[in-house]
């Protein structure tokens, strides 16, 4: 059974650093790490201190005896839960490569029952210029913000062809956190609004997350 999961950090790039240390302090090899632009309004940006567009996205596999004990770790001493800290969940991963799991294996730390925050992360990608709209869509049905990232499309001609539309390489990336109550209303306004039959020519879906901490906690 594998026992990996993809821890996932958000947060303000300033405190970059902060997040990076704490992965050096457990240990964690596989990491990556992306920056993306914040798309909450103004207003909410202001509430929630997050005056700084800029986000750093981190990625990190880990077992996850290891991400409770790195969420905690947050959680306490960075306090995630305070406004501008960011948000933070895990991933549980279906398989991985035999080198993870033996690198992994020596994995000393004790397990405890930890308070499980479960969530939904939608992933939206549509044609560069729509991440506005996109994020437009979701707070009408009761998403609080979200994170863009931007990247490119790999279709090929047969794909452009066969969906009769015209693809863009460019693209937004959405990142948006939300519970089982808006997950389906914000997918459907997303959709409505940017899908594949729209200028944004958009796909949308979502992805279940657990061990949820930061501001929807």
Not at 36 to 62: C, D, H, P, Q, R
Not at 64 to 80: A, E, G, M, P, V
């Amino acid at each position: 059974m594998n026992n990996l999961n993809l821890l996932m950090i958000i947060a303000s790039k300033p405190i970059e650093k902060m997040y990076l240390n704490v992965l050096e302090k457990y240990k964690i090899k596989f990491k990556a790490v992306t920056y993306g632009k914040g798309t909450a309004s103004s207003s909410l940006l202001n509430y929630f201190g997050l005056n700084e567009v800029e986000k750093i996205i981190i990625f990190a596999i880990s077992p996850k005896i290891t991400c409770k004990h790195i969420l905690r770790y947050i959680k306490s001493k960075l306090k995630i839960n305070e406004p501008g800290k960011g948000i933070a969940f895990t991933i549980p991963l279906s398989s991985s490569t035999k080198y993870m799991q033996d690198f992994y294996r020596q994995n000393k730390l004790e397990d405890f029952d930890m308070e499980e925050k479960h969530g939904h992360l939608i992933i939206t990608i549509a044609n560069e210029g729509f991440a506005e709209m996109i994020m437009n869509a979701a707070k009408k049905a009761g998403a609080t913000g979200g994170t863009t990232i931007n990247g490119r499309g790999l279709e090929t001609e047969k794909i452009i062809k066969f969906l009769g539309i015209s693809i863009e390489p460019e693209k937004d990336i959405v990142l948006t956190l939300t519970n089982d109550e808006n997950k389906t209303p914000i997918m459907n306004e997303i959709v409505a609004s940017c899908g594949l039959k729209t200028p944004g020519a958009g796909i949308c879906f979502s992805i279940p997350v657990e061990n949820v901490i930061g501001l929807i906690d």
